[in-house]
């Protein structure tokens, strides 16, 4: 996915989506960054949205923590402290993960019309995360207590 074919109104979120996955060292961007790179927003709707339940930055941060824990020890596998898995900022540009291919492809389709791409905003993308099935995101936020039923109906009223 190139971020120049991304509608403009987007780009500012997709680079924050990027540096978000490189500052953690993460190989590709995932659903998880670009919700965090939403949260980040302060200036949209989307993120005092997630902020009036709790999903600002270090909200998040914490429900992805709280996931990591909960899907190593389902596995049988003790967590590592935290503060023995700061990694390195990555350097090279990550690639673009499934779940983040699944989110913007699903935005893209919230609106019809010939302008569908250039009209995507911030809040199709953030209804397209919360929609997730599968995932980090949706065992992150089921973990935190969201109602992601509740926070897309906030978001599309």
Known sequence: MDESN?????RPIILRAVSEAQRRGDSAVEAE???????DDSDREPAATFAAVGLDHAGI????????????????????P????????RITRPRWG???RQ????????????????RMAEKDLAIAL????????????????IDRTALVAALSG
Request: charged share 25%; hydrophobic share 50%; no cysteine.
């Open 33 to 39: 960054h670009l919700l965090l790179a939403l949260a």
């Open 98 to 100: 499934a779940s983040a």
């Open 6 to 10: 991304f509608p403009r109104t987007l």
């Open 103 to 118: 989110a913007m492809v699903a935005a893209s389709r919230m609106r019809t019309g010939p302008e569908r791409r250039r």
């Open 82 to 89: 935290e503060d023995r898995l700061v990694s390195a900022a």
């Open 130 to 145: 919360l929609d997730l099935q599968l995932g980090t995101v949706p065992r992150a936020l089921e973990l935190a207590g």
């Open 61 to 80: 941060i914490r429900a992805l923590r709280a996931e990591r824990v909960a899907s190593l020890e389902a596995a049988g596998v003790t967590p590592v």
